[in-house]
């Protein structure tokens, strides 16, 4: 009888064990029913107001040249050549500098891997002169601009495939100075 009762402690404990706890799952409030105000005429729902908190950016801002402007052009493979799209958001970057005359950038130019390192530092001095003078011929006071290669040294993306090689062919324009913080 003992080692019955022993045999039937040790089936409850292994039974214990090998189940897995029950856990409650949590469940999603229910959306609130809207309040009602109750007029002599009509019945009007009452707008419940939560307090969230709204970000906006500060105008003249790094964060507002980037949203509303953005700060970097693509080009194609052994290229520094604007494209449309390039162009397209360096107007935007011109309408945005000369709302704000004491912001300075600093534009650098970049490569894929692909090629020696002295070609693609020569290439990425090409793609930031090419933005510059787009940027002065539409009216950005060239003192503002300043230009520098990284060629392929500041990858964006470090892959070696053709999505990561098409978007460190860039250009980027960065706020040195002037912006409001």
């Known amino acids: 009888m003992k080692i019955q009762l022993i045999s039937l402690a040790a089936v409850f404990a292994i039974s214990a064990c090998a189940s897995e ?14 309040q009602h105000q109750v007029s002599s005429h009509r019945v009007t729902p009452v707008q419940s107001h939560t307090t969230q908190p709204i970000h906006t950016v500060t105008p003249g ?13 693509y080009f194609a493979y052994d290229s520094y050549t604007l494209s449309s799209e390039a162009r397209a958001v360096l107007a935007k970057q011109a309408a945005w500098l000369n709302s704000y005359p004491r912001v300075r950038l600093l534009i650098a130019g970049n490569c894929d891997e692909r090629g020696t390192r002295e070609y693609n530092l020569a290439l990425g ?16 006071d060239p003192s503002r601009l300043t230009t520098i290669s990284y060629g392929k040294e500041r990858p964006i993306d470090p892959r070696s495939t053709n999505a990561a090689w098409s978007i460190n062919r860039n250009a980027h324009s960065a706020i040195v100075s002037g912006a409001v913080s």
Do not use: H, M
Request: glycine share 4%; proline share 12%.
């Open 21 to 34: 706890p029950k856990v409650a799952e949590p469940v999603a409030p229910a959306a609130p029913e809207p």
């Open 61 to 73: 801002s790094i964060e507002d040249f980037a949203t509303n402007a953005g700060d970097r052009v």
């Open 125 to 140: 001095a090409r793609r930031a002169s090419a933005v510059k003078e787009y940027l002065v011929n539409l009216g950005v």
